[in-house]
C-alpha cells in the first residue's frame, strides 16, 4: 500500500506558524521549532504552503524564483534542515506547487515584457486586443477582467488571478521541460511530494472561456508525471474546484499516471448559492452536506483515492462555519473531526484545526490583508452593495479568517512572535490557545491526537466501504465503515439541542467520543449538542 493511504497531512501556512526572529513574521526556524509538537500529534506529512521567492502579491502563491527561499522565511540551508529534521521524526515535507502562474516579478515574466520576439514571451498568454479592448470578457478570480494590458506591445496578458500572477502559457514545451526540471530539482532534495495549486488551470482555452478541466489537462499531467513523479516514492495532491466524482479517476486512477488524489470543495461550497460568487451565501443544510460525502465516499470508484479536509488557508474555519464557536466550540471541533477522520481518505489538518481555532470577523476593510477580499469589497462597493452585507460575507467566507498566527500559548502575542505580527492574531488567544489545549487532556487536540492514531491502527478506517445511514436525519450526520467482517458505525448530533433516536438493541462502548460516556445504548440513544461517537458493531 501507498504510504500516503494511511497518512494523515498537516499544513502549515508559514506566515502564521511561528516566528522566531521578532520581525512578525514565521519563518522555516519557526517550522523546525514546532517539529515536536507535531511528532506528538502524530502526523506523517507537513504540507507547506509556498516558502519561495514571491513578492507577496498573493501571499506567496505568487512565485518569482522557484528554486528561492523567500528571505522573510530564511534560506535554503533552513529548508534543508527542515526536510532532514522533519523525516528524523517521520514527517514528510509536501511543497506547495503553483505552476498554473507565476508573479509577474519573475525573470521569464519579466524577459517576456520586452517585446514579442523575446524566448520567453511564449512562456505567457499573450492576446492582441479586440475591438480597441480586451480579447474577451474573461474574469479573473481576483475580480475584474482576466486580461492586463501592456503598453509596451500592445497586447494583453493573460491572469485567472491577481495582475501580478501572470498564467503561464502550458502550450510551450520549453516551458513545461523547465517546469519539470524544477519539479525534480525539488524531489532530488527528498520531499515527500507535492500539494499543486490550482492544477486543473493549467489546460485552459481563453478563447474559449474555458479555465478549468481544459483538453489537454490530463495529457499534461501525464508527461509531467512521466518527467517526474514516476520516479519517486512521493504523494501529489491536486487542488480542484471543479472536480467531480466522474472526473476525480481521471486525476487519481494510479493507472492514468497522474495524481494520488485531488481535494474536491464541493462540500466547502455548499453554503453559496449555485452560479454566484462565493460570498453569496446560502444557509447551511446538514441533508446537503451528508449527501455531498455520500457521493464522495461511495462514487468516486475503486481505482481512485480521496482526500479529506474541513480546512485550509482559503476557507474559514470549519468550527465557525458549521460548528457552534461559542457555547459549543470544544464539542463542535471534536464532533467534525471524529466525522471526517473517520472517512475513506487521506485526511488534511490546516494549521490551529486541531486546537480548535475560530474565525476572527473584522468590522471595517481596513483590517483585511487578504488580496481576493479587499477587491471583492472594492468591486461590490461600486456595485452599490452596503458595506455591512460585504462585510458580512467577509466575516463568514474570507480568506484572512484561516491566517492568523497561531497562539502557542497566553503569553503576549501567543507566543507567536516577540515582535508586532505582521496580522493581529484573533483576540481570544489568552483562552484559546495551543499550550492550554496541551494540558488540558479534554481538549480537542487529544481528539486529533487520538483519531491519527486509530488511523495507522485500523485497516477498517483505510480501506473500509462508506455507507450512509439515516439519510434523512435532519439533525444526525451517521454513516458505517465496512471491511469484511469487521464493521464500525459514526454517529454525530449536529444540533445544539439533545436529540433522542433509537438506532438498534445494543449497549456498546466507543472507540471515540467527545463527551465523557461509557457506553451507549442504541435503543434508547440521548445525545448531547454535537455529540459524537464511533463504535465497533
Ligand atoms: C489557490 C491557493 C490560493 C491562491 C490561488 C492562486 O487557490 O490555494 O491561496 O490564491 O490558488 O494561486
Ligand atoms: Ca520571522
Redesign the pocket.
Known amino acids: 500500500m501507498n504510504w500516503w493511504k494511511n497518512a494523515v497531512v498537516y499544513q502549515v501556512y508559514p506566515k502564521s506558524f511561528q516566528d522566531t526572529n521578532g520581525d512578525g513574521i514565521g519563518d522555516i526556524k519557526g517550522i523546525i521549532s514546532r517539529l515536536d509538537y507535531l511528532e506528538t500529534l502524530g502526523i506523517n506529512a507537513l504540507w507547506l504552503s509556498p516558502v519561495y521567492k514571491s513578492p507577496n502579491d498573493?501571499n506567496g502563491?505568487d512565485i518569482s524564483d522557484y528554486k528561492a527561499i523567500h528571505p522573510d522565511y530564511g534560506t535554503m540551508e533552513d529548508m534543508d534542515v527542515l526536510i532532514s529534521e522533519a523525516r528524523e521524526r517521520g514527517i514528510r515535507i509536501i511543497m506547495d506547487l503553483?505552476v498554473?502562474?507565476t508573479s509577474d516579478e519573475h525573470e521569464w515574466f519579466q524577459e517576456a515584457l520586452k517585446g514579442k520576439d523575446n524566448p520567453f514571451r511564449d512562456y505567457y498568454v499573450w492576446r492582441d486586443p479586440v475591438n480597441g479592448g480586451p480579447p474577451n470578457d474573461l474574469q479573473s478570480s481576483f475580480s475584474g477582467s482576466a486580461w492586463e494590458f501592456d503598453e509596451n506591445s500592445g497586447q494583453y496578458y493573460l491572469h485567472i488571478?491577481s495582475r501580478k500572477?501572470p498564467d503561464l502559457n502550458w502550450e510551450n514545451e520549453t516551458m513545461r521541460r523547465e517546469i519539470y526540471d524544477m519539479i525534480n530539482f525539488w524531489l532530488d532534495k527528498g520531499i515527500g511530494g507535492f500539494r499543486m495549486?490550482?492544477i486543473d488551470h493549467i489546460g485552459k482555452v481563453p478563447e474559449e472561456k474555458i479555465v478549468v478541466n481544459g483538453p489537454k489537462l490530463h495529457e499534461y499531467l501525464q508527461e509531467m508525471n512521466e518527467a517526474t513523479f514516476r520516479h519517486y516514492d512521493v504523494m501529489t495532491v491536486g487542488?480542484t474546484w471543479g472536480a467531480t466524482p466522474e472526473n476525480a479517476a481521471l486525476f487519481s486512477d494510479p493507472d492514468r499516471h497522474e495524481l494520488s488524489m485531488i481535494f474536491q470543495f464541493e462540500h466547502i461550497m455548499l453554503d453559496e448559492q449555485p452560479g454566484k460568487a462565493k460570498w453569496d451565501l446560502k444557509e447551511l443544510d446538514l441533508i446537503d452536506l451528508k449527501n455531498t460525502f455520500k457521493k464522495w465516499q461511495t462514487e468516486i470508484g475503486e481505482n481512485s483515492w480521496n482526500s479529506l479536509f474541513w480546512n485550509?488557508?482559503?476557507t474559514p474555519r470549519i468550527v465557525s462555519r458549521w460548528g457552534n464557536d461559542q457555547e459549543y466550540r470544544v464539542e463542535s471541533a471534536k464532533a467534525f473531526a471524529i466525522l471526517l477522520h473517520n472517512m475513506q481518505g487521506t485526511p488534511y489538518i490546516y494549521q490551529g484545526e486541531e486546537v480548535g481555532l475560530v474565525n476572527t470577523p473584522i468590522t471595517d476593510i481596513s483590517q483585511a490583508n487578504d488580496i481576493?477580499t479587499i477587491n471583492m469589497y472594492q468591486e461590490r462597493i461600486e456595485q452599490g452593495y452596503s458595506k455591512e452585507d460585504i462585510l458580512k460575507s467577509i466575516n463568514v467566507k474570507g480568506r484572512d479568517n484561516a491566517r492568523r498566527p497561531i497562539p502557542w500559548s497566553n503569553e503576549e502575542q501567543g507566543g507567536f512572535t516577540s515582535g508586532n505580527p505582521w496580522q493581529e492574531l484573533n483576540e481570544q488567544y489568552s483562552t484559546i490557545n495551543v499550550a492550554d489545549a496541551l494540558d488540558d487532556k479534554e481538549s480537542v487536540f487529544y481528539t486529533y491526537q487520538q483519531l491519527i492514531k486509530l488511523r495507522k491502527e485500523h485497516e477498517i478506517l483505510v480501506k473500509g466501504q462508506f455507507k450512509l445511514i439515516l439519510e434523512d436525519d435532519q439533525q444526525i450526520f451517521a454513516y458505517e465503515r465496512e471491511l469484511g467482517d469487521e464493521k464500525w458505525t459514526v454517529i454525530a448530533n449536529l444540533s445544539e439541542t439533545e436529540q433522542s433516536r433509537s438506532v438498534g438493541n445494543k449497549i456498546v462502548q466507543p472507540v471515540i467520543s467527545n463527551y465523557k460516556k461509557d457506553s451507549y445504548n442504541l435503543s434508547d440513544l440521548t445525545l448531547k449538542p454535537y455529540e459524537a461517537f464511533v463504535y465497533k458493531n
Request: no cysteine; aromatic share 14%; net charge negative.
Open positions: 498573493d502563491y503553483v498554473n502562474h488571478f500572477q495549486d490550482v487542488e485550509n488557508h482559503d481576493e
